[in-house]
């Protein structure tokens, strides 16, 4: 079905129809921390902790959120100058947020308290109670039917708690925690100063950049453009950037945080988030970026296998192999599930014979739910609605696939032809600084509030040249009716050829080179 034509006025129009129903929410009122369920007890249990010097441990997560969770925690016992113990499970050795693996690290503790999980440790918050351990969870996740026992319970998804925003991630809760705890403390810490790092975890962790997620996210961006930590100092000077914008955290910072946990050890992130001095952020600066080079080396030879391995036939992808690294099978996944426009799992079978994974979900499917009905032939199964993460005996294989298929076909989905955050059949003539210019007053764009994209069609292509090391990537001149655009296409080995007619969806960009301002198209699919 063809995209209507679209002017910039109607481009305008759409984009405030966005917010219609959010009206201004600013920093000011903000929901108040008691909103929480728990969170006044949870608050109380710290502060008893601190005034009789009790010995307090932290268990944070090793992705972006559970870092900079972890990092914010930190920062602000520190400026209180009471003594923090804390452990980032390592995704290799222990496995995922407060593991009963855990246990023997926080024996002799009187506090425990998680950031960014612990909503399914059924079995570890049982352990923490024999030992006479206090536990208190703080997450986002989905709340199981069965769950932990605790001191106290934060998670804003739990039914008979009045906070009236759901989608929030978990240093946004950690952050509430310290505005709590600063309060009762009378510590007088400049908590909006933290408001930098939980913008990079917000868009990191994609929630939607609306209501109360927006209002923190420009905010934030302000905080971040004006900071003072070594650490965001050193990404600007190897960014070469002097101001950060949510696209430079999404797919600059971001993967660069992500990269430790996923290859090695997230503590390496922390570590430096909490750089003291600018010397030493950039030297673990360099080292996340060796851990992200080698990430996207590996990931992309596990995607060219796992590509050769897709049953192009079923519904739902789910593709196996042998000793594929796991830290980086959830973006395989998701590259694959792009490449194919299907939701795609990706397991490796690994010394043990079980095979572990993560999935991402496709246009409009659930892949949570109708993972959730295949819940007996998994040993462990968690995520949300877009993304997954499981483990199965390989004897459960051939019965899990097929499972899943039946699951997805009851669902009857109907496959989503118009692509909503396309919003028309834009003309070259009307591709100018003036829209660009428009398009950024809607800003930040992520979850919630895409950032737009255009097809034309009828588009010529007068040039086409290679790209990067591995030559993976394509520039392009374009034209339409004698105006032409400049336009680039990432991770491609497609073959282009002068002359050949396309039409093309994109977004509209400015390129920042040499001390010159150009427009670019930003590809994402050429047919």
């Given at each position: 079905?063809?995209?209507?034509?679209?002017?910039?006025?109607?481009i305008?129009?759409?984009?405030?129809?966005?917010f219609v129903e959010?009206?201004h929410?600013?920093?000011?009122?903000?929901p108040k921390?008691?909103?929480?369920?728990?969170m006044?007890?949870?608050v109380?249990?710290i502060?008893k902790?601190?005034?009789?010097?009790e010995?307090?441990m932290?268990?944070?997560?090793?992705?972006?959120?559970?870092?900079?969770?972890?990092?914010?925690i930190?920062?602000?016992f520190?400026?209180?100058?009471i003594d923090l113990?804390?452990?980032?499970?390592n995704?290799f050795?222990?496995g995922y947020?407060?593991?009963?693996?855990?246990?023997?690290?926080?024996e002799?503790?009187?506090?425990?308290f998680?950031?960014?999980?612990?909503?399914?440790?059924?079995e570890?918050a049982?352990?923490?109670?024999?030992m006479g351990?206090d536990?208190?969870?703080?997450?986002?996740?989905?709340?199981?039917?069965?769950?932990p026992k605790a001191?106290a319970i934060v998670?804003q998804?739990?039914?008979?708690?009045?906070?009236?925003?759901?989608e929030?991630c978990g240093a946004?809760?950690?952050?509430?925690?310290i505005a709590a705890?600063n309060?009762?403390?009378?510590a007088?810490?400049?908590?909006?100063?933290?408001l930098g790092?939980?913008?990079?975890a917000?868009?990191a962790?994609?929630?939607?950049?609306?209501?109360?997620?927006?209002?923190m996210?420009?905010?934030?961006?302000?905080?971040?453009?004006?900071?003072?930590?070594?650490?965001?100092k050193?990404?600007?000077d190897?960014?070469?950037?002097v101001?950060l914008?949510a696209?430079?955290i999404?797919?600059?910072?971001?993967?660069?945080?992500?990269?430790?946990?996923?290859?090695?050890?997230a503590?390496w992130?922390?570590?430096?988030l909490?750089?003291?001095?600018?010397?030493?952020?950039?030297?673990?600066?360099?080292?996340?970026?060796?851990?992200n080079?080698n990430?996207?080396?590996?990931?992309?030879k596990?995607?060219?296998?796992?590509?050769?391995?897709?049953d192009i036939d079923?519904?739902?992808?789910?593709?196996v192999g042998e000793?594929?690294?796991?830290g980086?099978?959830?973006i395989?996944?998701?590259?694959?599930?792009?490449?194919?426009?299907?939701?795609?799992?990706?397991?490796?079978k690994?010394?043990?014979g079980?095979l572990?994974g993560?999935?991402?979900?496709f246009?409009?499917c659930?892949?949570?739910k109708?993972?959730?009905?295949?819940?007996?032939l998994?040993?462990?199964?968690?995520?949300?609605?877009?993304a997954?993460?499981?483990?199965l005996?390989?004897?459960?294989l051939?019965?899990?696939?097929?499972?899943i298929?039946?699951?997805?076909?009851?669902?009857?989905y109907?496959?989503q032809?118009?692509d909503?955050?396309?919003l028309?059949?834009l003309?070259?003539?009307h591709?100018?600084?003036n829209?660009v210019?428009?398009?950024k007053?809607y800003?930040?764009?992520?979850?919630?509030?895409?950032r737009?994209?255009f097809i034309?069609?009828?588009v010529?292509i007068?040039d086409?040249?290679?790209?990067g090391?591995?030559k993976?990537?394509r520039?392009?001149?374009f034209?339409?009716?004698?105006m032409?655009q400049?336009?680039?296409?990432?991770?491609?080995?497609?073959v282009?050829?002068?002359g050949?007619?396309i039409?093309?969806?994109?977004?509209?960009?400015?390129?920042?080179?040499?001390?010159?301002?150009?427009?670019?198209l930003?590809?994402?699919?050429?047919?």
């Amino acid at each position: 079905m063809p995209y209507p034509k679209i002017t910039p006025h109607e481009i305008e129009q759409k984009l405030q129809q966005r917010f219609v129903e959010e009206g201004h929410l600013s920093l000011a009122n903000l929901p108040k921390p008691s909103a929480f369920k728990d969170m006044d007890r949870a608050v109380a249990r710290i502060v008893k902790a601190i005034h009789t010097g009790e010995k307090i441990m932290l268990i944070g997560d090793y992705d972006v959120d559970g870092v900079i969770s972890t990092t914010l925690i930190n920062m602000f016992f520190k400026e209180i100058a009471i003594d923090l113990k804390w452990i980032i499970p390592n995704r290799f050795k222990d496995g995922y947020g407060l593991s009963p693996n855990l246990i023997p690290r926080i024996e002799g503790c009187d506090l425990v308290f998680t950031v960014d999980n612990g909503i399914a440790a059924v079995e570890a918050a049982k352990m923490c109670q024999e030992m006479g351990i206090d536990l208190i969870i703080t997450d986002h996740h989905i709340v199981p039917t069965i769950m932990p026992k605790a001191y106290a319970i934060v998670d804003q998804k739990q039914r008979d708690c009045s906070f009236p925003y759901e989608e929030v991630c978990g240093a946004q809760i950690a952050w509430y925690l310290i505005a709590a705890l600063n309060k009762a403390l009378n510590a007088n810490v400049n908590i909006k100063s933290y408001l930098g790092l939980v913008a990079i975890a917000i868009i990191a962790d994609m929630m939607p950049l609306q209501h109360i997620n927006r209002a923190m996210v420009k905010a934030g961006l302000q905080v971040l453009n004006r900071s003072q930590l070594p650490a965001i100092k050193a990404f600007m000077d190897k960014l070469d950037k002097v101001t950060l914008t949510a696209e430079d955290i999404g797919f600059q910072i971001a993967p660069v945080l992500n990269s430790a946990g996923r290859m090695d050890d997230a503590t390496w992130s922390v570590e430096f988030l909490l750089s003291s001095n600018i010397y030493d952020a950039r030297v673990r600066l360099d080292r996340l970026k060796d851990f992200n080079e080698n990430r996207k080396a590996v990931e992309q030879k596990i995607t060219e296998e796992a590509i050769k391995k897709v049953d192009i036939d079923n519904n739902v992808l789910v593709v196996v192999g042998e000793d594929w690294h796991e830290g980086v099978v959830g973006i395989v996944a998701a590259r694959v599930g792009r490449r194919f426009e299907k939701p795609c799992i990706v397991l490796t079978k690994g010394k043990t014979g079980e095979l572990k994974g993560s999935g991402r979900s496709f246009h409009v499917c659930n892949l949570f739910k109708i993972t959730t009905a295949c819940r007996p032939l998994l040993n462990k199964f968690g995520g949300h609605e877009a993304a997954i993460g499981l483990s199965l005996d390989l004897e459960n294989l051939e019965a899990f696939k097929t499972q899943i298929q039946k699951e997805y076909a009851a669902e009857n989905y109907h496959e989503q032809v118009i692509d909503p955050d396309i919003l028309g059949d834009l003309s070259f003539s009307h591709i100018n600084f003036n829209l660009v210019y428009k398009l950024k007053a809607y800003e930040p764009y992520g979850q919630g509030n895409p950032r737009v994209k255009f097809i034309s069609t009828n588009v010529i292509i007068e040039d086409v040249s290679e790209m990067g090391k591995e030559k993976e990537h394509r520039r392009f001149t374009f034209s339409q009716n004698g105006m032409t655009q400049q336009a680039v296409l990432f991770k491609t080995k497609e073959v282009f050829h002068i002359g050949q007619v396309i039409s093309v969806i994109y977004a509209v960009n400015e390129n920042h080179f040499n001390n010159r301002v150009t427009l670019q198209l930003m590809v994402e699919k050429i047919f």
